[in-house]
């Protein structure tokens, strides 16, 4: 069973011969990659949907179930663990993103990288391409209540969680995520398809119109509230 510790260059090293996989699976973020660091995964501490209850994900393993969004339990293939330096962060990309309690169905405040994708549901989305849940970077998702960034201070730990094929868990309670098949990692699979989501993924600027779309929904919503308040004091 395979629980390893890596260091950026080493993790990127060891990848190396599976890049065509690796840059399949990664392509899906390319647009951001300016702007945040590349990897996704989870941060220590974030709480895991598996078959014993909720658990840090740096305690989730090999052969453990996990609580998938479309079936159902699901067997961990490893849970890869990288450390990238601070000294090794570009200063411009050195920050997570903080997202509020209850903003994506989260009990408490939880960190989540940039580049990591949520679902979030939208009325647009669904009228514009036929499906209301969408996965999105939680970069994407700045401004809309209240997720913002915060810096990394000290070495940056991350948990990556895979599966036989590419999942969406559950984690803090009702927020779900993505998280890539092991085939990923495997110099043996590297030229193997990434794995299809019953959730579609969108091009950049049109999760940008959906993330725009959010927000607008907030603001209506609070200003919809106040005039109510307002009426009642």
């Known amino acids: ?14 990848l190396s011969a599976c890049a ?14 300016d702007v945040a660091l590349r990897e996704d995964g989870l941060l220590p501490g974030t709480l895991i949907g598996t078959e014993s209850g909720w658990r840090g994900v740096e305690t989730v393993l090999p052969g453990d179930l996990v609580l998938t969004f479309d079936n159902g339990m699901q067997r961990v293939e490893a849970n890869h663990k990288v450390t990238i330096a601070q000294a090794s962060l570009p200063a411009h990309k050195a920050f997570t993103m903080t997202v509020p309690a209850g903003v994506l169905g ?9 580049c990591q ?23 994407i998702l700045e ?18 969680l895979t ?3 590419e999942q969406v868990i ?3 309670g009702a927020t779900l995520v993505s998280a890539r098949a092991e085939s990923d990692f495997s110099p043996l699979h590297a030229a ?42």
């Open 1 to 14: 069973m395979l629980n390893s510790t890596l260091s950026r260059s080493a993790h990127i090293g060891s």
């Open 117 to 139: 994708e949520v679902i979030v549901e939208s009325d647009m989305a669904e009228i514009d391409f036929g499906e209301p849940f969408v996965l999105i970077q939680a970069l």
């Open 106 to 114: 989260n009990r408490k405040q939880i960190s989540l990288l940039p």
């Open 20 to 33: 065509p996989a690796i840059a399949a699976a990664m392509h899906k973020d390319a647009g951001l990659y």
């Open 143 to 160: 401004g809309y209540g209240g997720i913002h960034r915060v810096p990394i201070r000290g070495d940056l730990t991350i948990h990556m």
């Open 192 to 233: 193997a398809a990434v794995g299809v989501l019953d959730t579609p993924r969108l091009s950049l600027p049109q999760l940008q119109k959906v993330a725009r779309a959010l927000k607008q929904d907030t603001r209506a919503d609070y200003y919809l509230h106040a005039a109510a308040d307002a009426r009642l004091a």
């Open 163 to 165: 599966f036989g094929s």
């Open 170 to 172: 559950h984690c803090a």
